[in-house]
């Protein structure tokens, strides 16, 4: 067990403990002892950040996975600011999206121009060389359809979004160049097995909103530095004990009317902590099993939110064979190409690109040399740079249950932060807050509970930072 605790004040007599230390876990955290609470964090891993962290291979220091985020995720910057790690990460001035056709070998971009919106986008879709004048032509109406839908119509979560938009006269290429380029990497999934829901409430926030709102934000350090490390300085400056690889093995109401949390510190040690409030940060299938019987109407729910994967296919080239920060493919099984040499700390004139692939289902555990044998030839191919480039190493990563699976009707799965049981609350990027999981849904599930906790208590709750999207 790894113990690490500031020493702010706190006011006696409230306590609460928050179980996982992703991003949900960590702002709950903060939230709760900003306000006075005793807070104490338990997660079982060694690190915090949950599904978005780093880790040593030799020299390097690797992303589990590329992350991004986009202007109109507030919440997301707002806990950037809270952690003081704003200056760990890039934001686009303007939105600007390289997208290579590996079949014909044509680039074009994606990107917006100063003016009101729906104008901020028509320039490049006007010139967007992947599709045809009158596909292009389609893109206008189906976006004015869908800013005409209300996200609050319960109707739209059990829709498809790809039949939605082939009513809507989108072609199958429309959708592979247009929607799926978007869609598949923020939702993780394709249209055809996306929530209408999920899927208008990303392109509305993002693309039909604030002309801005879908500028790219991007980790410039290794996501460890962030969300470990200046996560953890965070929540010692407010006081929070912060415990690491310590499991939840249970939760329960002790006859006093408070909390009971046990926690297994080690092999056959232990300790329960006794609390006001609780807060589950953990996914959906670990909240299922701690719940307290009755703690939710419909417990069965939760397992029947799906899960997706994401892989990354990293490769160390001896040279440079990407100018820009990313770009995205059409036409081939590559989606999208990041450049992570100088996070990682490649140094000897060399390149570290990595492959970041959504929805991937059928490609997850294959072995790394087939994924190899499958990647390098596509990635020169996109890239012709790297055609004759020595390749110095392939590795890959893998996570099985990188998000919840957004498919239609799991928005009436989904609960939100409040529990039968007073005093527990849900928190994690898979609740209802209204985004897919992203690390934006995260921060909000956090904001969520720590205020629904605060008011049940009589505390003050500011909710200026979840009204500001």
Known sequence: MTRSQG?????????AVVVGGGLAGITAALELADAGLQVTLAEARPRLGGLAFSFKRGDLTVDNGQHVFLRCCTAYQWFLDRIAARDLVTLQDRLDVPVVDADTGRA??????????????????????????RERASVGRAALALRGLDLADPALDGTDFGSWLAARGQSARTIEALWDLVGVATLNATAANSSLGLAAMVFKTGLLTDPGAADI???????GDLHDGRGRKALDAAGVATLLRTRTSGIERSADGRWQVSLETGPGRGEQLAADVVVLAVPQREAHALLPEGAVQHPEKLLQIG???????????????????????LGSPVQWVFDRTESSGLTGGGQYVAVSQSA?????????????DRYLPEL???????RGAAVRDVFVTRERTATFA?????????PGPVTRAPGLYLAGAWTAT???????SAVRSGLHASREALSALGLPVDNRVLEAA
């Open 7 to 15: 020493g702010s004040p706190q006011s006696p007599g409230r306590t």
């Open 108 to 133: 074009g971009r994606l990107s917006r121009a100063g003016l009101p919106v729906p104008l901020h986008l028509a320039a490049s879709l006007a010139r967007y060389p992947h599709l045809s004048l």
């Open 217 to 223: 934000g991007w980790a410039s350090a290794p996501l």
């Open 307 to 329: 899960t997706a994967p994401i892989l990354n296919v990293h490769v160390i080239y001896d040279r440079q064979v990407l100018r820009e920060p990313f770009l995205a493919a």
């Open 360 to 372: 991937v289902e059928d490609e997850i555990d294959l072995p790394v040399a087939t994924l190899r």
């Open 380 to 386: 020169e191919r996109v890239l012709p740079a790297a």
């Open 406 to 414: 957004p498919t239609p009707g799991v928005g009436a799965l989904r």
């Open 434 to 440: 209204g985004w897919p999981a992203t690390m934006e």
